[in-house]
């Protein structure tokens, strides 16, 4: 278990390595084996039909579902991609895919989801000794059983570019940094980078020729700071920028799948740090800001599932369009 040894190397490295501001742990209550589990199911879920997973459209104010091709980062300025599933603790019922859909799905996700939460709550305890608060001070305001948990598991897509051309330097997932407070990733494949440099969370430049591979190592998990704890630390821990590029010809050119476990806190928690560098903003607040500037539209999510739909099927069509 973490314990408050390794809090303060932890902030340390947060704070000033300017290499990469992601963790890679081992070993820390998730196998390997139960890592490729969980993405085989994710793969399983993404094999759907398009109108099969449409059952399941994302609704943006619960911010759960599926999505494709609606995502739209500012630093590409076009549709990224992937597809994605976005899974919570509360506001579930009919939301989940049944064992018709995908064997095993909803039992075996929540059980993973757990392990996330626990694991989360062990690196959440270090940064919160590291930055002087009580040690359960970010458990307190990331608690799950509460009705206003905001945690989402996410999982991805990547399209295959088998065949496909693309304007260079175009991105499978353009530059940005998580809002949230902390990142869980399992990725599957190379593509990964991360750019260093940002100072202050109000700070939104990229240095473009700075990208550092984060490489997928087998049965590792990236723990990734976002917004939101760089917010709460005065700037002191980084958020930085991170992107999945494109593959090499060199590389493997199909689908490319990667899982998520974003910690927000609660709804009513209030983020701001120490020193008071920032004015207090509530959870929620930041949660919804946050949201509002990374998805398209809300098209497509009342009824009419014509546009996502087609936007599975063609995905590659639709952001090449927009590229021209």
Not at 103 to 111: A, G, H
Not at 148 to 153: E, I, M, R
Not at 289 to 300: D, K, R
Request: hydrophobic residues 35%; contains cysteine; glycine residues 6%.
């Amino acid at each position: 278990m973490l314990t408050a040894p390794i809090a303060q190397p932890l902030c340390h490295a947060s704070t000033n390595l300017c290499l990469m501001h992601s963790h890679l742990l081992t070993d820390k209550g998730i196998l390997q084996a139960e890592m490729q589990h969980m993405l085989s199911l994710s793969e399983q879920f993404f094999k759907l039909p398009a109108d099969q997973k449409a059952n399941f459209k994302f609704d943006l104010k619960k911010n759960i579902g599926w999505e494709s091709g609606q995502q739209k980062r500012a630093s590409a300025k076009v549709p990224e991609l992937k597809e994605s599933l976005q899974l919570k603790w509360h506001d579930m019922e009919g939301r989940w895919p049944t064992n018709d859909d995908v064997p095993d799905f909803e039992s075996y996700s929540k059980n993973f989801m757990q392990k996330c939460q626990n694991i989360s709550f062990q690196v959440l305890s270090c940064f919160a000794i590291g930055l002087g608060f009580e040690e359960d001070f970010f458990t307190r305001n990331h608690d799950v059983a509460r009705p206003d948990a905001q945690q989402t598991f996410r999982l991805m897509h990547y399209f295959s570019v088998e065949g496909k051309e693309f304007p260079e330097d175009f991105p499978r997932a353009g530059a940005h940094c998580d809002f949230e407070t902390i990142t869980l990733l399992f990725a599957k494949g190379a593509g990964l980078e991360v750019c260093p440099g940002r100072e202050a969370v109000s700070e939104h430049a990229i240095r473009p020729n700075e990208w550092t591979p984060c490489p997928a190592i087998p049965g590792a998990i990236t723990v990734n700071i976002g917004d939101a704890l760089m917010r709460w630390s005065d700037d002191r821990l980084k958020s930085n920028y991170h992107r999945v590029r494109m593959p090499r010809p060199s590389e493997y050119q199909g689908s490319r799948y990667s899982i998520a476990y974003f910690n927000q806190a609660n709804k009513s928690a209030v983020i701001q740090g120490p020193e008071k560098h920032y004015p207090p903003v509530t959870a929620q607040e930041f949660v919804k800001e946050s949201l509002a500037a990374i998805y398209l539209s809300q098209e497509g999510q009342q009824g009419d599932n014509a546009g996502i739909i087609k936007a599975a099927k063609h995905p590659e069509n639709a952001v090449l369009n927009a590229v021209d």
